[in-house]
């Protein structure tokens, strides 16, 4: 039996938890979230607190026991708090702008990346810091990784799209290895 999927995840005031066959929907003050469980996988909750359980003689609801309770109170966390992601963007001339729904980066190529935002995922531009907001953890990450990975940083000069707490391991160039 999972440590983690044995903890009862606390419910903050406003937020409401439903669970309809295998489908389960937490809304809030921020939004409303869905997502399709699995089959082993039952959802209980009062005012307070909701409680993942598991049908243990399903092959496989153990390993996902866990899973299901942090996929929860990431959704709880969403939608009474919401999550932010920020990018920074290093390099000369390396910038990005917010047109509408739409993230223009310049990174260096011949031509501008232009990325429109998912629904749902709201963006934020300062020069060279983008700052991506949402009450969907899954759907954030998804998206600040898809920017990410149109300029990586390099290790040599730590130019590219970095996440704003990540550290870049720098590497000597061709005169280091003297």
């Known amino acids: 039996m999972s440590r983690i999927g044995k903890k009862p995840v606390p419910l903050p005031d406003k937020v409401k938890i439903e669970m309809n066959d295998l489908l389960l929907t937490v809304s809030g003050p921020k939004g409303k979230l869905q997502k399709k469980l699995h089959p082993g996988v039952k959802v209980t909750s009062d005012d307070k607190s909701a409680?993942?359980?598991?049908?243990?003689?399903?092959?496989?609801?153990?390993?996902?026991?866990?899973?299901?309770?942090?996929?929860?109170?990431?959704?709880?966390?969403g939608v009474s708090k919401g999550f932010e992601r920020a990018l920074e963007i290093v390099g000369v001339g390396y910038r990005a702008e917010l047109s509408g729904r739409a993230v223009t980066l310049h990174l260096g190529y011949s031509h501008p990346v232009v990325f429109p935002l998912p629904e749902g995922v709201d963006g934020k531009v300062e020069k060279t810091k983008v700052t991506l907001s949402s009450?969907?953890?899954?759907?954030?990450g998804?998206?600040?990784a898809k920017i990410r990975g149109f300029r990586e940083p390099e290790p040599y000069k730590g130019k590219?799209?970095?996440?704003?707490?990540?550290?870049?391991?720098?590497?000597?160039?061709?005169?280091?290895?003297?």
């Open 51 to 77: 409680v993942v359980t598991i049908d243990e003689t399903l092959k496989g609801a153990n390993a996902l026991h866990g899973l299901h309770r942090a996929l929860l109170a990431n959704m709880v966390t």
């Open 135 to 140: 009450i969907d953890k899954e759907l954030l």
């Open 142 to 144: 998804r998206t600040a």
């Open 160 to 178: 590219g799209i970095k996440y704003a707490e990540e550290i870049i391991r720098r590497k000597a160039g061709k005169s280091g290895a003297k």
